[in-house]
């Protein structure tokens, strides 16, 4: 699990931010942010600066760019 800031955590992922790359997204039960990756690949990241809804809005945005939200 990684831990980041809202900022550091969508730049990490801003060249991936497409169905391509990202198979699906989804907050866990614990809050945390996990990918999934076409190439198989699961990352799960901590996002520390941040409330529930804030996260909920970039998984819209996500949504809204192709990627399968869960």
Same mark, same amino acid.
């Given at each position: 699990?990684?831990?980041?800031?809202?900022?550091? @955590?969508?730049?990490? #992922? +801003?060249?991936?931010?497409?169905? &391509?790359?990202?198979?699906?997204?989804? !907050?866990?039960?614990?809050?945390?942010?996990?990918?999934? @990756?076409?190439?198989? #690949? +699961?990352?799960?990241?901590?996002? &520390?600066?941040?409330?529930?809804?804030? !996260?909920?809005?970039?998984?819209?945005?996500?949504?809204?760019?192709?990627?399968? #939200?869960?």
């Amino acid at each position: 699990m990684k831990t980041c800031s809202l900022n550091h @955590f969508l730049e990490a #992922v +801003k060249p991936w931010l497409d169905s &391509d790359y990202i198979r699906s997204a989804h !907050l866990d039960g614990a809050g945390n942010f996990v990918l999934n @990756f076409s190439d198989g #690949v +699961k990352n799960v990241y901590r996002i &520390d600066d941040c409330n529930k809804s804030q !996260l909920e809005e970039v998984l819209v945005d996500f949504q809204n760019r192709g990627i399968r #939200v869960l």
